[in-house]
């Protein structure tokens, strides 16, 4: 497909990484003319260097032969006019709009301006936050089949029924139609066979439905109670949509932030926080505020040092979750190094969103991608296919296809049912099938198979 | 730096050329010329084996900067030529090493100057192999490269960056590799039609098929000794043409390709590119007058001597060493304008001296309004400062090299006039010059030192001077650069 991306800041760079590997053209359009060079040197792409508000740089960039148009500037204003500039072309338009009154009327301007996507990056990350917090035992959760399969991800701790166990004699856990897929080891990953003995400490990831979650939980002796309380320290776009959420999902909240005018605004905003005006980076404060008696820290300043600071001294006191945003893309590996306990990065959140959005336009043509996760500092992906049905592997039983190494089929979702895929399973048209995978670079769901 | 990737890099060339040397051990079978069709063999079967073997191991770090591809692409071009000498000389055709090299060079930098001083007593497979240089060369050998890599992230860029001919590589679409292959479709489609033209025209084949290959890489080696002397004026003047439709931006065939034939006339470059040639072949038709019977001969080789000289192709029809010295002179001059940037030509390139040009305009103009603001323009867009920077670095490092190698290759003592048209035609890829390096003389008498010279003025008229300055700076080699 031919995208075009208005804006080179972070996400939009995120976004052409993903998309140029996945072999879609891309020219990317801004204002900054040594960022575009660069982006166009880094990666396989075309840059137009020009204002993507005036219609003939698009034109250049373009426009008329391309399927997507993504904004994703600085500015709401711009990356709305970009898409209205538009209207007329055939393309899809996908702006990020951040501005909470913009927000709030983004149904007018899908209607009016034909913008086929709105999406704000602060909000999708307290959207995310909200799901760790309703499920704390899982340092991470991912959703296939629009939320109909889960990829859980768990650290097995000392006590734990697994820890020294080979995978095949986990019994007590196959009533629930669960299968361990990846397994995190100090550095290394594994894709686990049944004789893979699973030890302490290792972040175990399977896929399950949504539904019998908690029971698996329970089952491994893991407490999945929702957060009941929880402090946010730092209340810019994203703390501000998820004390909005929390109280909406009848959490108890209290917040603190250093700016008092904001915290007067909170106030009024959201009558049922608790606002606290101080320095949330002030230990004294945090114990004056009884930061051990919370269910959750929430580490969401507008500086990714000082979250992750106050998120290791949390770590220690707090009873169920600590979550930390962080802004910075680069720096993947070495915050996964620090054993925080979840990340959350609105930019990427968005930017997964995004591609979320044009993998499922692309998907029209084949067997493509439809979602993609990748874990342990990339190394590991849990992909999400949809069988395109005129696909070769429809109808061919599991145990006579020749995979390669390192892939495994992890789970089949057809007509809202999830089947854990034994031998003799096969393919059908339509169905979701979810595999994971150490071996990188899948575009189709036929790339599993060693040719 | 990444030697690894690096490394592979030249392997993947060698693999191109060792691929590419099938197609003389072809000719060589036509003419029933086993000993050196069983040489050239053997030589095309070890590059594959090395190619091939080399680049099954991918590296793992694949990823380069600017400075590994100025290096890649500087390396692979004395790596092709090193290749491409060994077959001349095993065949024993061009014993000496100095002069193979000299040759091939000239044959990949689309140079066509010649060491040999009978052309006609080569083997057809060597005659074959020299031309294909000039057609391999024209559009360069990574670019073909690039076609076939397995292209994942946008590094090729930086190959692409430093092999190109001009001052900035504007991509056609947005991957490199598609590119690559438009760039390769539109050269081929001119050759093809060149060839088909010039057939229909009554030329043999094997003349056809090297002189349009000649013609498409600009590079201008001839098989007969008399250059284009003896083909009919109808076929010089297909020759004439195709060698100033080479001489063109193929973004303006690539903006007719996709119907924006208004932005292909619009293009400034090669508006003056064309106003050029008009001009000198109007000049020189009527300075050269006397000399010929009647006018439409005159401007017959007018137009194919400017057309040949201005793109760097250099064929000739007559001997320019006898035309009077105002024509003379435009055509010294014309060398150094050089064809259009994005074309097969060398030369300085018409766009910078555009760019020159109208930088030397506003700055007379500032002198005489010191507080008048105004911008250089090209195309309707404003030439950045940084464009114009590289413009003069370019245009420096330049005339550095020239005059460098002029002084060493006077050492010889020939004619001045011989020695400055020798490095002009080498660093500009021409191939014949003045004098005792004139269109029917050749570049044999020079001695080694003098040979090696030009063979580097020529590589760095090619690759446009800066990747072989690296090469030659010792900071490039230091470990921890």
């Keep these: 497909m031919q995208i075009v991306i208005v804006g080179c800041g972070k996400v939009g760079r995120y976004l052409v990484r993903e998309l140029s590997e996945e072999n879609h053209d891309i020219t990317i359009v801004d204002l900054d003319s040594d960022s575009v060079?660069?982006?166009?040197?880094?990666?396989?792409?075309?840059?137009?260097?020009?204002?993507?508000?005036?219609?003939?740089?698009?034109?250049?960039?373009?426009?008329?032969?391309?399927?997507?148009?993504?904004?994703?500037?600085?500015?709401?204003?711009?990356?709305?006019?970009?898409?209205?500039?538009?209207?007329?072309?055939?393309?899809?338009?996908?702006?990020?709009?951040?501005?909470?009154?913009?927000?709030?009327?983004?149904?007018?301007?899908?209607?009016?301006?034909?913008?086929?996507?709105?999406?704000?990056?602060?909000?999708?990350?307290?959207?995310?936050?909200?799901?760790?917090?309703?499920?704390?035992?899982?340092?991470?959760?991912?959703?296939?089949?629009?939320?109909?399969?889960?990829?859980?991800?768990?650290?097995?701790?000392?006590?734990?029924?697994?820890?020294?166990?080979?995978?095949?004699?986990?019994?007590?856990?196959?009533?629930?139609?669960?299968?361990?897929?990846?397994?995190?080891?100090g550095k290394e990953v594994y894709i686990p066979n049944g004789d893979f003995v699973i030890e302490e400490s290792d972040i175990v990831s399977f896929i399950a439905h949504p539904g019998n979650a908690s029971r698996i939980f329970r089952e491994l002796g893991i407490f999945t109670n929702a957060v009941k309380s929880a402090i946010i320290?730092?209340?810019?776009?994203?703390?501000?949509?998820?004390?909005?959420?929390?109280?909406?999902?009848?959490?108890?909240?209290?917040?603190?932030?250093?700016?008092?005018?904001?915290?007067?605004?909170?106030?009024?905003?959201?009558?049922?926080?608790?606002?606290?005006?101080?320095?949330?980076?002030?230990?004294?404060?945090?114990?004056?505020?009884?930061?051990?008696?919370?269910?959750?820290?929430?580490?969401?300043?507008?500086?990714?040092?000082?979250?992750?600071?106050?998120?290791?001294?949390?770590?220690?006191?707090?009873?169920?979750?600590?979550?930390?945003?962080?802004?910075?893309?680069?720096?993947?590996?070495?915050?996964?190094?620090?054993?925080?306990?979840?990340?959350?990065?609105?930019?990427?959140?968005?930017?997964?969103?995004?591609?979320?959005?044009?993998?499922?336009?692309?998907?029209?043509?084949?067997?493509?991608?439809?979602?993609?996760?990748?874990?342990?500092?990339?190394?590991?992906?849990?992909?999400?296919?949809?069988?395109?049905?005129?696909?070769?592997?429809?109808?061919?039983?599991?145990?006579?296809?020749?995979?390669?190494?390192?892939?495994?089929?992890?789970?089949?979702?057809?007509?809202?049912?999830?089947?854990i895929p034994g031998g003799t399973d096969s393919f059908e048209a339509d169905d979701s099938v979810v595999i994971a995978t150490i071996n990188k670079g899948f575009l189709k769901l036929e790339d599993i198979l060693e040719r | 730096m990444n030697y690894r990737m690096v490394s592979y890099i030249l392997l993947w060339v060698v693999k191109v050329e060792g691929l590419f040397l099938f197609l003389p051990v072809l000719i060589g079978l036509i003419y029933r010329e086993y000993q050196q069709t069983v040489i050239f063999l053997i030589c095309a079967v070890i590059y594959c084996a090395i190619g091939f073997?080399?680049?099954?191991?991918?590296?793992?770090?694949?990823?380069?900067?600017?400075?590994?591809?100025?290096?890649?692409?500087?390396?692979?071009?004395?790596?092709i030529s090193i290749f491409g000498a060994l077959p001349f000389v095993i065949t024993k055709e061009i014993p000496?090493?100095?002069?193979?090299?000299?040759?091939?060079?000239?044959?990949?930098?689309?140079?066509?100057?010649?060491?040999?001083?009978?052309?006609?007593?080569?083997?057809?497979?060597?005659?074959?192999?020299?031309?294909?240089?000039h057609w391999l060369g024209g559009m360069g050998v990574l670019v073909f490269a690039l076609m076939l890599f397995p292209a994942k992230d946008g590094s090729h860029m930086y190959l692409m960056r430093a092999e190109s001919p001009g001052p900035d590589v504007s991509k056609f679409v947005p991957r490199v590799k598609d590119t690559a292959i438009i760039l390769y479709k539109i050269y081929l489609v001119l050759t093809i039609a060149e060839i088909l033209i010039l057939l229909f025209s009554g030329m043999h084949w094997f003349d056809t098929l090297c002189i349009s290959m000649g013609t498409a890489g600009t590079g201008g080696f001839?098989?007969?000794?008399?250059?284009?002397?003896?083909?009919?004026?109808?076929?010089?003047?297909?020759?004439?043409?195709?060698?100033?439709?080479?001489?063109?931006?193929?973004?303006?065939?690539?903006?007719?390709?996709?119907?924006?034939?208004?932005l292909a006339l619009k293009m400034e470059e090669v508006r003056a590119y064309i106003g050029i040639i008009i001009a000198a072949v109007a000049v020189i038709s009527v300075n050269i007058l006397s000399i010929y019977d009647n006018i439409g001969e005159a401007v017959r080789h007018a137009a194919f001597q400017v057309g040949s000289i201005i793109t760097t192709t250099g064929y000739a029809t007559t001997d320019f060493n006898l035309w009077p010295a105002l024509s003379k002179t435009i055509l010294v001059v014309l060398m150094f304008i050089g064809a259009c940037a994005g074309s097969t030509g060398g030369g300085l390139k018409v766009s910078r001296i555009v760019i020159m040009m109208r930088t030397v305009k506003r700055e007379i103009y500032r002198t005489i309004n010191p507080r008048r603001v105004k911008t250089v323009q090209m195309d309707g867009k404003t030439v950045s400062d940084a464009q114009r920077h590289?413009?003069?670095?370019?245009?420096?490092?330049?005339?550095?090299?020239?005059?460098?190698?002029?002084?060493?290759?006077?050492?010889?003592?020939?004619?001045?006039?011989?020695?400055?048209?020798?490095?002009?035609?080498?660093?500009?890829?021409?191939?014949?010059?003045?004098?005792?390096?004139?269109?029917?003389?050749?570049?044999?008498?020079?001695?080694?030192?003098?040979?090696?010279?030009?063979?580097?003025?020529?590589?760095?008229?090619?690759?446009?001077?800066?990747?072989?300055?690296?090469?030659?700076?010792?900071?490039?080699?230091?470990?921890?650069a």
């Design chain 2, 222 to 262: 001839s098989i007969l000794a008399t250059g284009c002397a003896t083909y009919t004026a109808v076929q010089q003047w297909v020759i004439t043409i195709f060698m100033i439709l080479f001489g063109v931006n193929f973004s303006f065939y690539y903006f007719i390709l996709c119907k924006k034939a208004g």
């Design chain 1, 37 to 185: 060079r660069n982006t166009a040197l880094e990666y396989d792409v075309m840059g137009v260097e020009g204002n993507g508000t005036s219609y003939t740089t698009l034109e250049e960039a373009g426009i008329k032969t391309a399927d997507i148009l993504i904004a994703v500037t600085q500015s709401d204003e711009v990356n709305l006019l970009c898409c209205f500039m538009v209207k007329k072309e055939k393309c899809k338009t996908i702006a990020r709009v951040r501005n909470p009154i913009y927000s709030a009327e983004s149904e007018i301007f899908k209607q009016e301006l034909g913008i086929s996507m709105i999406i704000n990056p602060e909000r999708e990350g307290a959207a995310e936050m909200l799901r760790l917090l309703q499920f704390p035992s899982a340092v991470d959760i991912g959703s296939f089949a629009k939320g109909k399969i889960d990829l859980l991800s768990f650290r097995v701790n000392k006590n734990s029924i697994l820890a020294g166990r080979k995978v095949k004699d986990l019994t007590e856990l196959q009533k629930y139609q669960m299968l361990i897929c990846i397994v995190e080891r």
């Design chain 2, 96 to 133: 000496n090493f100095i002069d193979a090299l000299f040759e091939i060079v000239s044959g990949f930098t689309t140079t066509g100057s010649s060491i040999l001083t009978d052309v006609e007593a080569l083997s057809h497979v060597c005659l074959f192999w020299r031309s294909f240089s």
């Design chain 2, 390 to 480: 590289s413009v003069s670095v370019y245009i420096s490092a330049y005339f550095l090299v020239f005059f460098i190698s002029f002084i060493v290759v006077s050492i010889d003592g020939f004619s001045m006039e011989s020695n400055f048209t020798a490095v002009a035609s080498a660093i500009n890829n021409i191939g014949p010059g003045l004098d005792m390096v004139g269109p029917m003389g050749s570049f044999a008498a020079y001695g080694a030192i003098s040979k090696l010279v030009l063979t580097f003025d020529m590589l760095a008229g090619r690759l446009e001077i800066l990747p072989m300055l690296i090469l030659l700076s010792p900071s490039l080699w230091k470990r921890r």
């Design chain 2, 53 to 79: 073997i080399g680049t099954h191991f991918k590296p793992k770090n694949t990823r380069i900067f600017q400075k590994e591809g100025f290096v890649a692409v500087a390396l692979s071009w004395i790596v």
């Design chain 1, 233 to 419: 320290i730092g209340m810019g776009q994203t703390g501000y949509y998820l004390a909005e959420m929390m109280i909406e999902a009848g959490m108890k909240v209290k917040v603190i932030d250093i700016d008092k005018k904001r915290c007067e605004e909170i106030a009024m905003d959201i009558p049922g926080a608790d606002v606290i005006y101080g320095d949330g980076s002030d230990v004294k404060l945090l114990d004056e505020e009884h930061i051990e008696m919370m269910d959750a820290c929430i580490c969401s300043t507008n500086i990714d040092e000082e979250n992750i600071i106050i998120s290791l001294y949390a770590r220690e006191k707090v009873r169920k979750k600590v979550v930390t945003k962080i802004s910075h893309l680069e720096f993947n590996n070495v915050i996964q190094s620090l054993n925080l306990d979840s990340v959350v990065n609105p930019k990427e959140t968005t930017a997964e969103s995004i591609l979320l959005y044009v993998r499922a336009m692309s998907n029209t043509t084949g067997s493509n991608v439809q979602t993609l996760y990748r874990l342990k500092d990339d190394s590991v992906e849990a992909i999400e296919f949809i069988v395109h049905k005129e696909s070769e592997l429809i109808g061919i039983q599991l145990k006579d296809m020749k995979l390669k190494d390192g892939v495994l089929i992890a789970g089949i979702m057809r007509n809202d049912k999830l089947i």
